[in-house]
């Protein structure tokens, strides 16, 4: 779903274990607030993977800083953007057209003509909208 690999997600889970808080919401809030996944659920990418090259290839900036890496973790209150040279790019022309109709998450404030959003607080369990038992990897990785 989040396409992380195994030592990373192990990562993920064991700070998410530290974390004051359930550790499979909070392990599922991590995973959400990474980069390539708020450009996907801002629409500015028809999936995951098409965000993860978005960020890849330096089309996003962060609070106007170029960030080239899709595990960043973005912080309540900065400002994700597309590159303003990046804006004409046909596959984002595309996919903003395809999420357009689409109700933004709650969690989030998007200006979709503009290019740029920002997270205005960590969403909870009900707003993550996973078809995923957290409960369920709690218990396998904590043998």
């Known amino acids: ?3 992380v690999q195994e030592g990373q997600f192990r ?3 064991e700070k998410a274990s530290k974390t004051r808080g359930v550790t499979g919401e909070v392990l599922l809030q991590q ?3 990474r980069l390539d996944n708020i450009v996907y659920r801002m629409g500015f990418a028809m999936s995951r993977r098409q965000a993860r090259q978005l ?9 106007g800083r170029k960030v ?22 046909a596959g984002l022309q595309v996919a903003k057209e395809f999420n357009s109709h689409q109700t933004p998450p709650t969690w989030m404030n998007i200006d979709r ?6 997270v205005t607080q960590i969403p909870k369990r009900g707003e993550i909208n996973v ?3 957290e409960q369920l990897i709690v218990e396998l990785y904590s043998k």
Not at 55 to 63: D, L, P, Q
Not at 68 to 89: C, D, K, L, T, Y
């Open 131 to 133: 078809p995923v038992n």
């Open 55 to 63: 960020v890849r290839h330096g089309h996003i900036a962060v609070n």
């Open 11 to 13: 990562n993920y889970f």
């Open 113 to 118: 003509d503009a290019y740029k959003g920002s």
């Open 68 to 89: 080239n890496i899709p595990s960043f973790q973005v912080s309540v209150g900065q400002e994700i953007a597309v590159r303003e040279r990046s804006r004409e790019m």
């Open 31 to 33: 995973l959400e607030r």
């Open 1 to 3: 779903m989040f396409f």
